[in-house]
């Protein structure tokens, strides 16, 4: 499948491992794709992001990103539906926190200090995303897999990053009405 994919698709794939290594984290996850799409300039995924707002708000979608590391990966939607519940996930992050220090329930191998070096493997989620961005190339009657593929991958899988992407307006319909069908079916 990665013989399929252009420059712009596996710089994404590089940065990703590059920011789970620096998040000390032991998989590459979806959130950590969608950190490198948001690394990417003059690419057709950029264009799309840019299309739709998202240069004016890279930084707080990092944040979010950031926030939800902090909260053990549990997306906004996860927090609401705990809250119902009557579970305050903001205290009981605060609380670990202050027993633990800052960050002690962030997602990742901090606590034990140890390095990961070498290969990173990348967790089922982000597997997924690959596998659907080959999908959706397919879809749309495309021989590549580009970082707009994986964009749109994203976007249309459920999880923290369509959350937080959906939360500044991007959405799999909107980025299909700035890329265009490719010729294909939208696939969901």
Known sequence: MFERFTKDARAVVQGAVEHAAEARAGTVDPEHLLLALLDREGSRASFALAALGVDEHR?????????????????????????????????????????????????????????????????????????????????????????EHLLLALAVRPGVPAEVLADHGVTHESLTRVLGDGGGQACA
């Open 59 to 147: 930084d707080a979608v990092r944040r979010e990103l950031r926030e939800v590391r902090r909260r053990a990966g549990l997306s906004q939607a996860e927090t609401e539906a705990l809250a119902g519940l009557g579970i305050d996930v903001s205290e009981i992050v605060a609380r670990v926190e202050e027993a633990h220090g800052a960050g002690a329930m962030s997602v990742g191998d901090r606590k034990s200090g140890r390095r990961w070096s070498g290969h990173r493997s990348f967790s089922r989620g982000a597997k997924e995303v690959l596998e659907k961005a080959l999908r959706v190339a397919v879809a749309r009657r495309e021989r590549h897999i580009g970082d």
